[in-house]
């Protein structure tokens, strides 16, 4: 697989994994799947591996930590640190109870993931949400400190606005900003997208399938097991989906055209957006793992990203990302 460049010196694969939905908010699945598919993925050249403490909570990277041993020179770990976590009571997403960016925690969270994923340093590691209780160079400023201690090699930001990406890499270079960007989800495309190109910083595209709508995997609520965070989320009720599904058949159209899936056409639009992104597309199983690696290889003219563009108008999408399900989410 080809590469790119997160900031001036991180290179990883063009489309990475995001590991997410091995262990939290979709359900999961049996571990030893999750292992087939992690080390599938690294049999076909994807290198970038996408976690964070909360997912699980915890247990996302100790799989990845089993998944990659003795793979660590051929992959790239990124992992994140603040959430406050509640108690182990109910589902892993409920245990999400608010957000800590204080510096001993991001201190803290380095060291205990090092330890989980099994591994001396974290390649990227991202503040997963700016806590607003805390000022953004204090949270980035800790996470510097552990790059000049060895225990982390890059830093990364994750849902934050222009001005908040500015102020975080004049306090420590940021390599990455990671927000959610799909066909279906544009808004980083107005301000984060252009300030981080400024400033030479990567962006990183988490759901840039719509969270598998646009794969055309979820058709209607009752595609989803019952715990399935995805449920709670305006865009993936009964009426919402109903309404949009005339997206995906027009992506299918245009997919055909191309040879390609729904999946890796809208993957081929994600990356078609700048050499500067590199998707993190989130998989259980490993044929659909090898759908989308493939999608690196669907190039797109200047006129089929905007036909494609053209098909698909963000401001026609019905619903919104996210409901009223934590105050801590975004709601944009």
């Not at 992690?38 to 050249?45: K, M, Q």
């Not at 403490?53 to 041993?69: D, Q």
């Not at 051929?74 to 800590?100: C, H, N, Q, W, Y």
């Not at 552990?146 to 849902?159: A, C, I």
């Amino acid at each position: 697989m080809r590469t790119r460049r997160l900031g001036p010196d991180l290179e990883v694969s063009a489309i990475g994994l995001g590991c997410m939905g091995m262990s939290h908010a979709y359900g999961g699945q049996e571990e030893a799947k999750s292992i087939d598919t992690l080390r599938r993925a690294v049999d076909i050249g994807i290198t970038f591996f996408d976690t964070a403490e909360v997912y699980g909570p915890y247990t996302n990277e100790i799989l990845l930590g089993k998944a990659l041993k003795g793979l660590r020179d051929k992959v790239t770990i990124a992992t994140k640190f603040g959430f406050e976590i509640g108690p182990d009571t109910g589902s892993s997403v409920d245990r999400m109870i608010g957000l800590d960016g204080r510096p001993e925690t991001a201190v803290k969270v380095a060291e205990e993931s090092l330890k989980r994923l099994g591994i001396e340093v974290i390649d990227l590691f991202y503040l997963h949400r700016v806590d607003p209780k805390v000022p953004v160079e204090e949270s980035v400023g800790a996470m510097g400190d552990l790059v000049r201690q060895g225990k982390v090699r890059f830093v990364g930001v994750s849902e934050v606005d222009a001005v908040t990406l500015r102020r975080a890499h004049h306090e420590h270079p940021i390599a990455a900003v990671q927000s959610e960007y799909s066909l279906w989800t544009r808004g980083v495309e107005a301000e984060v997208l252009p300030a981080a190109r400024a400033l030479g910083i990567g962006f990183v595209p988490f759901s840039p399938l719509g969270r598998g709508f646009l794969a055309g995997s979820v058709t209607a609520a009752t595609d989803l097991a019952e715990g399935d965070f995805r449920r709670r989320l305006p865009r993936f009720q009964e009426a919402a989906l109903a309404a949009n599904a005339r997206f995906v058949a027009v992506l299918e159209e245009i997919a055909e055209s191309h040879g390609a899936t729904k999946a890796q056409l809208a993957l081929a639009w994600v990356l078609a957006k700048g050499d500067d992104i590199v998707p993190i597309p989130g998989t259980r199983r490993i044929d659909r793992l090898e759908e989308n690696a493939a999608a690196a290889s669907v190039l797109l003219s200047a006129a089929d990203v905007a036909a494609i563009e053209a098909a698909i108008p963000p401001e026609e999408i019905t619903g919104e990302r996210y409901g009223a399900t934590a105050a801590f989410v975004p709601k944009k």
